[in-house]
DNA sequence: GTGAAAGCGCTAACAG
DNA sequence: CTGTTAGCGCTTTCAC
């Protein structure tokens, strides 16, 4: 492939004069940009990255790590980040976890040989020997989305996840619901027990009893939730109302529910967490808690950028988002 | 950050050991491999991918080019590739066209920049102006998806959209439909014409006419799709059918039929295809013809490496794979 | 197995 | 603006 010097060859200029107009890097002539400029569309030249990182030491490469791209909240996220670095002019390697935090180490390990220039990361785990496990991974400026860890300094972008638990469960509390089953994610992520928590306090303040055993423990995964759901639902007592955490729970719960031959909302109510993308075909339509995704991804890369770009230090603070409750079909009073 | 020459600094060995030990290039000895690989460990030493690129010529980099992340349909694609490429070796930028072909050849370059080994395809136009484009900007193997570009030398994987198209249609035309309107891709993309190309078949085999007036123009789109829906349903001679020919359409007329207060089958059936992850929470749901993703995606990246390693020679065939007519309830007889 | 050396393509610094 | 130069971290070759 043609390199810098065919470029400075073709335009009849120093290589040094190249790359200063390629990189706006020093006073060029008009005159001397258009030269260059032809011989670099005659050729066909494309400077070569690995060249450029290994020389300037900035790979201009960010990472994104997510639980898993096939999951509509998640696509969101890749796609707006993708398009937001590359305005910036920063190329993205976008990754699923599957929610696995060994997986999570071995991709910063390729992130890391990659030498990107930044991270954002939605990890699997919460507690302090996961935060450990990061810091000695990662050398990068980083923020955190939605999981917390423990013991990281990384700024962290998330919704106000127990007010998130909160808005739902006295949405149900209100609708007269007593008996709430509640799909937990996994056990040790703060997205989750802070949901839980959130849901705690609705019951609480309410004076009423938290019902303890009828939190269904999971992981986030849909298979999980259709096969806790069918059990729930086949059990004594059944509950009047179920809320589930996070967006595959509530497909696998749906799922399940359907499959009993149970109808929504008239023999069960269900309210839940995060949003899809046409609510309207569903059936039924989900009431649901919704985070601004959008904006909270673009704070999170404008956060990111700053600290890359300007060196800017983490405040290790966490930026909450209000979490809003949209009333669709999918609970009934009692 | 740790280099080679301290990893060898602290084994006590030569650097082109230690170079032997990451890449199994030498023979080295038991003692060797470990003393070295202590090392690094205990210094935390990564590799610089970028000088590996520059000095070897190889990035193990692979492009993955989609028209919109956001897509199921693409995100499992995506997925199934990530994990296959990291598997042998190679890390992927998956990135988003937006159906746009300026998007396209501006993502091209930015792989180029990047040295990518490979690129996997899903382009956004079949002319031979556009496959005169992508030669000029393409130099690396690369194996297409989904749609066809004339003029390009490369392995191409695609299901039988004429079939899908025909299987579809035939379909609704057993069930007693006539008047079936179908909601079609851009023009100048195979995938779209290929299909309508099956729909016209399934008609003229029967001895039946065309209905050419019912062929609603789109660009893949859920929001067109949606208006355009609308409009056909509150026009004359309602159509007693629809068929949609992928799933963002197929969301954009079942939420445009919902919108309109008509109920699906009961006013309208609908035969699509491409499938959702999960129907069964869906309103109706959806009878479609599929194509087996995750064979042909396999099938694609194991011709792309086959290419990249062993140097093989495109053979500019088509691979087409089989699609499978799944019924559900959304087609009802007339 | 060692140790030295060349060079991938680029940036950045410098004297002219 | 030119022309030259050093060197980023690595792979690869070669004589030992």
């Known amino acids: 492939m043609a390199t810098i010097r065919d470029v400075a060859k073709r335009a009849g200029v120093a290589i040094s004069t190249v790359s200063a107009v390629i990189n706006r890097s020093a006073p060029t002539s008009d005159a001397v940009i258009d030269r260059v400029e032809r011989a670099i569309a005659e050729i066909g030249y494309t400077p070569h990255g690995a060249a450029r990182t290994l020389r300037s ?3 201009r490469l960010i990472g994104l790590i997510i639980p898993d791209i096939s999951n509509p909240h998640f696509s969101r996220v890749a796609r707006i980040t993708e398009r937001a ?11 699923d976890t599957d929610e696995d935090f060994e997986q999570e180490l071995q991709i910063l390990k390729m992130m890391r040989s990659q030498r990107v220039a930044g991270l954002i990361l939605i990890s699997t785990r919460s507690d302090a020997d996961h935060g450990r ?3 000695a991974e990662i050398n990068v400026p980083t923020v955190l989305r939605g999981c917390y860890v423990e013991g990281v ?7 106000d996840e127990q007010r998130a638990g909160y808005l739902a469960t006295s949405h149900l509390l209100d609708l007269g619901h007593r008996r709430i089953a509640i799909f937990a ?6 997205t989750s027990e802070e949901r839980l928590e959130g849901a705690r306090l609705a019951f ?11 939190v269904v423990p999971g992981d986030f995964s849909e298979r999980r939730a259709f096969e806790a759901v069918r059990e729930v639902m086949a059990g004594p007592e059944r509950p009047s109302a179920v809320f589930t955490l996070s967006i ?3 497909v696998g719960v749906m799922r399940g529910v359907a499959s009993t031959g149970l109808s929504m909302p008239r023999d069960v109510s269900l309210a839940a967490i995060d949003d899809f993308d046409w609510p309207e075909i569903m059936n039924p339509q989900p009431t649901t808690v919704v985070q601004p995704v959008e904006e909270m991804t673009e704070v999170a890369i404008a ?6 770009e300007r060196g800017t230090l983490p405040t290790g603070r966490r930026l909450l988002f209000e979490p809003k409750l949209i009333v669709r079909g999918s609970a009934a009073p009692l």
């Open 57 to 59: 030491g900035n790979s």
């Open 85 to 95: 670095c590359m305005t910036a002019g920063y190329m993205t390697f976008v990754y």
């Open 133 to 135: 496990r990061l810091m």
């Open 153 to 159: 300094p990384f700024d962290i972008v998330t919704m």
């Open 185 to 190: 994610g996994r056990t040790g992520v703060s």
């Open 204 to 214: 609480t303040e309410r004076k009423l009893r938290f019902p303890e055993e009828l």
């Open 248 to 250: 595959l729970m509530t």
């Open 303 to 308: 956060k990111l950028l700053d600290q890359i």
